[in-house]
């Protein structure tokens, strides 16, 4: 099956042409299946909201709606390679800014009737949720999501919007244990980046200042991480970095960022810690925006090494928003036989 998706829930503009062979659900030990990024296509509006420090989102619609069509005809024009053949359009319905999703909606309904092709609406967390599928160790190998001990797994999303720690029984049952109370942990490394005048996105800046800092140089809180609960909140963190920087005039800026950078990263792995412990899980998942950071990465790997566990991540670009993980998303949806609505739903949910 090749699905076209499309993804425009924030300020990436993202179009994918992916080819999945094989039904990933089927009970077979000999069943083999193939997932393959043909065409994955990312333009970034960081530019465009820059300025503003932040995402400003009828800035957002406006360039979706400038750099779909672009972005369709430079697949289209790669396609005349790989022969444009689709089964399936995808499109991201939420979450995420409102008149951003439309733009994409909007595209990929008037798509779907010049192709004469079914449109599948796809969630967002669900695309990151499925996102390790993406990676070489799984898509390219023989690798059988049957026969391996995979389940149950522990996945942490971890992103701009999101932070969620699910207890997947299968690839397609699921609870969510915990979610954060207030800000996401990307918005956390976006916030405490504006302090020390990095720009924005600052996740990935970030951890590039914290690389010369110590990260024990300041003792941040941990928040929640003693709670008896999945639940995380990362705005006491932020405010705790406020204050330092205020009473510190003379703080050393890599400092900050790395032991800023080891308190969350410290929630993070310990919540995903327990969780595997709780619920004897097999494997572990990260997926998101902050899953592309080296130290999170290398802690979880370790940490699951120690236990001899799965560890799974996508490719590092695959972490941030793209549509390849909304065609994975969608492949899963019509093999479940349900579809969302096709219009744009902000707080859609796990
Ligand atoms: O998944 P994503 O692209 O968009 C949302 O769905 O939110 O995640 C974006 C978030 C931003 O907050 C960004 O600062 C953060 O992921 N991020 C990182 C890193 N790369 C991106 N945070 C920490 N370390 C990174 N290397
Ligand atoms: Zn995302």
Redesign the pocket.
């Known amino acids: 099956m090749r699905i076209l998706a499309i993804e425009t829930?924030?300020d990436?503009t993202a179009i994918a042409l992916v080819e999945i062979r094989g039904n990933l659900l089927s009970k077979s030990r000999s069943a083999s299946w193939r997932i393959k990024i043909l065409k994955n296509l990312v333009s970034s509006q960081i530019k465009l909201h820059r300025p503003y420090g932040g995402v400003v989102p009828m800035l957002a619609k406006r360039e979706h709606e400038k750099n779909l069509p672009k972005i369709l005809n430079q697949i289209k024009s790669a396609s005349r390679r790989i022969k444009l053949k689709i089964d399936e359009i995808a499109v991201t319905v939420g979450p995420g800014l409102e008149p951003a999703l439309w733009s994409g909606i909007t595209f990929a309904k008037d798509l779907a009737k010049k192709f004469n092709k079914p449109l599948i609406g796809a969630n967002?967390l669900e695309g990151?949720l499925y996102s390790f599928l993406l990676s070489q160790k799984v898509s390219s190998s023989k690798f059988k999501v049957q026969s391996s001990k995979l389940f149950p797994a522990i996945a942490l999303i971890v992103?701009?919007?999101?932070t969620i720690l699910v207890l997947m029984k299968s690839l397609i049952q699921w609870k969510k244990l915990g979610e954060t109370r207030d800000d996401?942990v990307?918005?956390a490394?976006?916030k405490v980046?504006r302090m020390l005048n990095l720009s924005y996105?600052?996740?990935?800046e970030?951890?590039k200042l914290a690389k010369r800092g110590n990260p024990k140089a300041i003792n941040f809180p941990r928040p929640m991480l003693k709670d008896k609960n999945y639940d995380f909140s990362f705005s006491g963190l932020k405010t705790a970095v406020l204050y330092y920087l205020r009473d510190n005039p003379r703080f050393l800026p890599a400092d900050v960022a790395a032991s800023f950078q080891q308190a969350a990263i410290d929630v993070l792995a310990g919540k995903t810690l327990n969780a595997i412990k709780e619920f004897g899980a097999e494997s572990v998942l990260i997926a998101?925006?902050?899953a592309?950071?080296?130290k999170?990465r290398e802690i979880m790997k370790l940490e699951t090494k120690k236990l001899e566990l799965n560890f799974f991540a996508p490719p590092a670009k695959l972490?941030?928003?793209n549509a390849a993980m909304i065609a994975v998303a969608a492949y899963f949806q019509k093999l479940r036989k349900k579809n969302h609505r096709l219009e744009a739903q902000s707080n859609l949910n796990l």
């Open positions: 829930s924030c990436d967002h990151h992103s701009g919007g999101h996401a990307g918005e490394f976006d980046a996105p600052g996740g990935p970030l951890e998101g925006g902050v592309a950071n080296k999170l972490n941030t928003d």
